[in-house]
């Protein structure tokens, strides 16, 4: 069968590129709209059915992408990544709200008439992990919990740790400026880049967290004493920019004052040439004979 132009533009705008996980992909996955807990707008995640994992579906796009697909060029120069996330997080904003004061059943507090979805939430969530966040009260079935703040800013402030441990293994560089991670020499990390790599790590988890959450966790970790001292730290180090634009530029204007110049000695006049000197006067130029008269 011929295939038209007009077809081929249909399959190019349908193609698009996702990169997940093997065993995600093959089978039962599910796609589907919850909150997101940091900002409340919607977000899509996929669900597999048969491991009972969230993957979020985040959306990478830059101007002027395109992909070739088989035969065809597609327009959508988008990249779809799926990254697992901890289903705690999408379940901590109902229980927050929903059970702050008294003992709720899990069923009462995934209630969403906007994300009807939200109800399978409690398919990849067992006592063991709620527990991480509120206290339970009666039938171990029924699921009914409190939600207990403390036990979840342990939680995150444990889940940051790990973070931190993460990167520091991927041995990222995190100095300012394009220089490459290839050229770190040592694995060894001083005390700026660990605060460097703890703020990192406290912006990522932040990113799934409100903001009234975020500055929770923020006080919880004491990342003001942190955020104090690298304010400082850009502080001086600009200052010692300016300083040393200072230092330049005084002496530039040196360098533009004109110099004082040297007088030149002036040449001894020897004995033999005095004497030529003064035999050549009343004598003349040999190019006056030439001239016309």
């Known amino acids: 069968m011929d295939v038209t132009a007009e077809t081929k533009t249909k399959c190019a705008e349908s193609h698009k590129v996702f990169f997940l996980n093997d065993y995600v992909a093959r089978r039962g996955m599910q796609l589907l709209s919850f909150r997101n807990p940091a900002t409340g707008l919607c977000s899509k995640y996929i669900f597999h059915k048969k491991s009972n994992e969230f993957f979020e579906l985040l959306k990478f796009n830059e101007p002027f992408r395109t992909w070739?697909?088989?035969?065809?060029?597609?327009?959508?120069?988008?990249?779809?990544?799926?990254?697992?996330?901890?289903?705690?997080?999408?379940?901590?904003?109902?229980?927050?709200?929903?059970?702050?004061?008294?003992?709720?059943?899990?069923?009462?507090?995934?209630?969403?008439?906007?994300?009807?979805?939200?109800?399978?939430?409690?398919?990849?969530?067992?006592?063991?992990?709620?527990?991480?966040?509120?206290?339970?009260?009666?039938?171990?079935?029924?699921?009914?919990?409190?939600?207990?703040?403390?036990?979840?800013?342990?939680?995150?402030?444990?889940k940051c740790k790990l973070l931190q441990d993460a990167l520091r293994?991927?041995?990222?560089?995190?100095?300012?400026?394009?220089?490459?991670?290839?050229f770190v020499v040592s694995s060894k990390i001083n005390d700026q880049q660990d605060d460097d790599i703890q703020l990192l790590a406290f912006g990522i988890l932040s990113d799934y967290l409100s903001q009234e959450m975020s500055d929770s966790l923020s006080e919880y970790l004491n990342l003001d004493v942190i955020k104090s001292k690298k304010r400082k730290q850009t502080s001086d180090?600009?200052?010692?920019?300016?300083?040393?634009?200072?230092?330049?530029?005084?002496?530039?204007?040196?360098?533009?004052?004109?110099?004082?110049?040297?007088?030149?000695?002036?040449?001894?006049?020897?004995?033999k040439a005095k004497q030529l000197a003064k035999s050549a006067k009343g004598t003349k130029n040999i190019m006056s004979f030439f001239k016309a008269k």
Not at 251 to 269: L, S
Request: aromatic residues 6%.
């Open 68 to 158: 070739f697909v088989g035969e065809i060029v597609t327009d959508d120069g988008c990249i779809y990544l799926s990254p697992p996330v901890d289903p705690l997080f999408l379940l901590l904003h109902y229980v927050q709200s929903q059970a702050s004061e008294k003992y709720v059943p899990l069923e009462h507090i995934l209630v969403d008439e906007n994300y009807r979805d939200v109800t399978m939430i409690a398919d990849a969530i067992d006592m063991d992990q709620l527990l991480l966040i509120a206290d339970q009260k009666g039938d171990a079935q029924l699921k009914a919990v409190r939600y207990n703040k403390e036990k979840t800013l342990h939680w995150l402030a444990y």
């Open 169 to 182: 293994q991927r041995k990222l560089n995190l100095d300012s400026g394009a220089k490459s991670s290839t």
């Open 237 to 271: 180090a600009a200052m010692n920019k300016n300083n040393k634009k200072i230092k330049l530029s005084i002496v530039d204007e040196d360098d533009e004052v004109t110099p004082t110049p040297v007088p030149i000695a002036e040449k001894k006049t020897s004995a």
